[in-house]
């Protein structure tokens, strides 16, 4: 009796990848390609709604002087800005301005500044900058980056609040809650603090900048948190691209 030829089988068919929110495509295998930014629409839809959020935006530091601010600035990092507020008014009360702090030692500033965390380090850093202002710029606070960047202690995000708060420029400072929300938002992802930075000054309108980062820094803190984003409170979550959004506040453990 003659064979019938063997007929090749065809091969499963793969599931469809599945779509989420915000533009990421999950493969079955886990994988996941980069989720896209927000679009233009999607940008102005969700700045209109945190500047209705935050009308009166400002920085929560408490200062009266662009050298206030610097040094105020300089002490909040790696610290939060209601532990800087809580030493600032007794040191500024001794040391109002470059001439005065440049006069004290680092271990009389930390005296000052010592429940904030690194306060040994800012000490001296806060010294050294007083020293270098009077010594260079004439016992004033530069309105220039680079300028500011070269003092002692002082980074990229300091001099961007700086150059932001303190003098009106459209500077973009990226801290931590700035850097989270613009990528789980899709806002302006990126893997430094430098992309994100860079993503946001080509992305939201020019005129929008400088106020935009007060926004973005307070929606952070307090809504837009680290480990569980609070969504259900959230007003700008029609054009956010963050693809686990819960809309619903959980249930509160009765007593």
């Given at each position: 009796m003659a064979l019938k030829a063997a007929t090749a089988k065809p091969a499963p068919k793969k599931p469809a990848p599945k779509r989420k929110p915000g533009g990421a495509t999950h493969a079955p295998n886990?994988?996941?390609?980069?989720?896209?930014?927000?679009?233009?629409?999607?940008?102005?839809g969700f700045?209109?709604?945190?500047?209705?959020?935050?009308?009166?935006?400002?920085?929560?530091?408490?200062?009266?002087?662009?050298?206030?601010?610097l040094i105020a600035t300089a002490l909040a990092a790696q610290a939060t800005d209601a532990?800087?507020?809580?030493v600032t008014p007794a040191l500024f009360a001794?040391?109002?301005?470059?001439a005065e702090m440049a006069k004290l030692t680092a271990d009389e500033v930390g005296n000052y500044i010592r429940t904030i965390?690194?306060?040994?380090?800012?000490?001296?850093?806060v010294v050294a900058l007083s020293q270098a202002l009077v010594d260079r710029f004439d016992s004033?606070?530069?309105?220039?980056?680079?300028?500011?960047?070269?003092?002692?202690?002082?980074?990229?995000?300091?001099?961007?609040?700086v150059l932001n708060v303190a003098f009106g420029q459209a500077a973009v400072p990226?801290?931590?809650?700035?850097?989270?929300?613009?990528?789980r938002t899709g806002l302006a992802r990126g893997k430094t603090v430098?992309?994100?930075?860079?993503?946001?000054?080509?992305?939201?309108?020019?005129?929008?900048?400088?106020?935009?980062?007060?926004w973005l820094i307070l929606q952070g803190r307090y809504v837009c948190k680290a480990r569980r984003p609070e969504c259900w409170r959230c007003a700008a979550t029609a054009c956010c691209l963050y693809p686990e959004k819960e809309l619903i506040p959980p249930r509160r453990a009765k007593s």
């Open positions: 886990g994988t996941a390609n980069a989720p896209r930014n927000m679009t233009k629409t999607e940008i102005a700045l209109a709604d945190l500047a209705r959020t935050w009308p009166d935006a400002e920085t929560e530091l408490k200062f009266k002087t662009p050298f206030q601010l532990s800087v507020n809580r001794v040391a109002p301005g470059p965390g690194l306060w040994r380090n800012k000490a001296k850093n004033e606070v530069p309105a220039d980056r680079d300028a500011l960047e070269s003092l002692p202690g002082v980074g990229r995000k300091t001099a961007a609040v990226v801290d931590t809650h700035c850097f989270r929300l613009a990528n430098l992309d994100v930075e860079h993503g946001l000054e080509s992305r939201i309108p020019a005129d929008l900048l400088r106020e935009s980062h007060h």
